[in-house]
């Protein structure tokens, strides 16, 4: 009998494990931080508050649970890292909406005013995991994206 629960037990434990247990995303604090820590940033990036950070990206304070941001705040470069956690799938699918129309603008704003900026926000990082979203916009796009892959392991 105890070789049989034995038996049930283990498969039981394969089975969990093939399904492959996932781990928890980090904390967008800790993971712009991470970033950060990946490649020499060309401006210092400042903290931006989330209420500057909804104005900026065209967010709800009810689409999220977790936001954070180092943005040059000088805006003469576009570097920047964003980590949102969104509140379910759907406030996410609209929290990537409105990314993707602040980086056209972006792209718009910066083609007259510095446009040697604009290949940094053409080959900017926008990703989601779970419910986290990312935005990253760096001159080394390469080192944030193998750090964010080390991140979200």
Do not use: H
Request: hydrophobic letters at 40%.
């Amino acid at each position: 009998m105890k070789t049989k629960f034995s038996i049930y037990l283990l498969v039981l434990l394969l089975l969990l494990s093939a399904c492959g247990i996932q781990t928890a995303l980090p904390a967008p604090k800790d993971a712009v931080l991470g970033i950060q820590s990946a490649t020499a940033f060309t401006p210092e990036l400042q903290e931006l508050p989330a209420e500057l950070i909804q104005k900026y990206v065209g967010l709800e304070a009810d689409q999220y649970s977790e936001i954070y941001m180092l943005l040059d705040t000088s805006r003469g470069s576009t570097e920047q890292i964003l980590f949102i956690n969104a509140k379910d799938k759907a406030e996410q699918e609209k929290i990537v909406q409105s990314i993707e129309a602040y980086k056209a603008s972006l792209i718009n704003q910066y083609r007259d005013y510095v446009p040697e900026e604009v290949p940094k926000l053409e080959a900017a990082i926008l990703r989601s995991k779970g419910l986290q979203t990312v935005f990253i916009v760096s001159g080394d796009s390469a080192a944030c994206d193998k750090k964010l892959n080390e991140l979200w392991k």
